[in-house]
């Protein structure tokens, strides 16, 4: 397996797309230069979990574009996603490889350097650090880390760091400059009236970063 591209890593969460289907938003977040896909799904029934993992992936495996499960790596088991994002409540990384293999993207939430060790140390591949810039996406967010902690955890991390958390196209730059191998964003592309070109901004932010 090709290494995962974390450049623009998008969260798709069936609350936050101004109704429109989940799939809509995966299509459009590729169209606009997507590299990478995560489901959503807090509060949803397994059943429905896995039914947008399927939609999503309908439209995104064509294309070659990997889709990761938010905590569920169950879901991400039946449902042969390339891999699964873990909160701290979640199954530890060594675990989720069991699962789904030594070939799955295995991520872990990360908000301090010493949580990034810990998660490369487990077996994950990328970390998820944030919230960075402040999120409305998340209401359980602790305080914002911001550019400082950002470059903190990147600093210690031997893995990726994905920067999390009121990502824009206008602080994209700023993040990369912190040593973030990639933005995660879920709002501003999945509540942009135009997702496409909400995506294709992130991305030329980086290409000028």
Known sequence: MNAPDYRLYVILDPALTRGRPVADIATAAIAGGATLLQVRAKGATTREHARLVDAVQSVANPHGVPVIVNDRADVAFVCGAAGVHLGPDD???AAARRLLGAGAIIGCSAGTPDEAVAAAL????YVG???VFGTTSKGDADAPIGLAGLAAVAA???IP???IGGVTAANT???IAAGAAGVAVIGAVGLAEDPEAAA???RDAEASA
């Open 122 to 125: 487990g077996g994950a591949d």
């Open 200 to 202: 294709r901004a992130i």
């Open 161 to 163: 760091v994905v920067a």
């Open 173 to 175: 730059g700023q993040a």
């Open 91 to 93: 199954l530890p990384p």
């Open 129 to 131: 650090t944030g919230d």
């Open 156 to 158: 210690a991390s031997s």
